[in-house]
């Protein structure tokens, strides 16, 4: 892997939270998912993570059998009127794709792709073209953070396409404080409109679920935000824990480091750990109860492991 810039708005992020202690280890926690996917390459890692054998068998897997198995049912929900597909954090919009294929031929569709990466925009119009969908949406608005969602939904509704089907799939919420995000979702919805949420859940077995998080392709993302901060991949040692509910994806310093950018230094000391990512699991109790709060109409499609749901919901 070719050096990295140094990156101005990861630095800002790094200066502005510092470091908390925990005993004698300083903790730095960048973990923001807005920052693994700012350039093309990061993009990519991201990808190539998605297409892992690992990631195919514990995440994509069992989404899609959940999708296959229950589409009778969701589809009903759904009617026949045209809908706008909202595709939150797109991906390559495979994802969406899949659903779109069920869809095709028993109602007009129109696609909207949602991503903080342009990379990853282009990628899923490219692929959605394929799928002789009616419409793909292409505004200043595909490129973005989920905050404008209220406002992307309210211009969809035109030209007869007054409903809108918002995904969220690939374990995205998990990303997220789920409150915050389930609020704006919400907001952005009608009574007529349909979210679909794909993710993990906490089966109380950490050391199973941490086997997902020993990737090297995890790895290969989210060393590239590190870089990006002036350390190297020699520098330090990738782990993730389950702890506070939710999977901590970070880095071990193995030497001291000083980092120099924008006039300000930072001394990076041996055994210092940067948290880079986190995920998020609720059980299944606890996950639906989040949807409860938030919907009036929730289903939950569970896999036949209780690892992975299928959330559909309606206010």
Known sequence: MTKAKINDLIFRELLKRGYSLEGNTRIWNIADSKLWYLTPPQAQAFLDLEKSEDYQKDVIQKEIDL???????????LGKKPLNIIDLGCG??????????????KMKIRYCPIDISSYMVEKAINNIEKSNVEEIVKLQWNIS????????AAIL???????????LLGNTLGNFEINELLYEIRSAMREEDVLIIGNGLDIKKSKDILKAYDNPFLDNLLIRTLTQIGLDKKDVKYSARFK????EMYYTILNDKKVKFLGKEVNFN?????????????????????MKMYFDDARLYVSKDNSYALAVCKK
């Open 67 to 77: 999708i296959n198995k229950n589409i009778k049912e969701i589809t009903e929900k």
């Open 92 to 105: 390559d919009g495979k994802k969406a794709d899949l659903f779109i294929k069920k869809l095709r031929g």
């Open 145 to 152: 953070d989920f905050e404008n969602l209220e406002n992307i």
């Open 157 to 167: 509704r035109i030209n007869g396409f007054k409903r809108n089907l918002i995904l």
């Open 244 to 247: 506070n509910s939710r999977v």
């Open 270 to 290: 041996k055994g210092d750990q940067i948290i880079v990512a986190v995920s998020y699991k609720y059980d299944k109790d606890e996950f639906m109860s989040f």
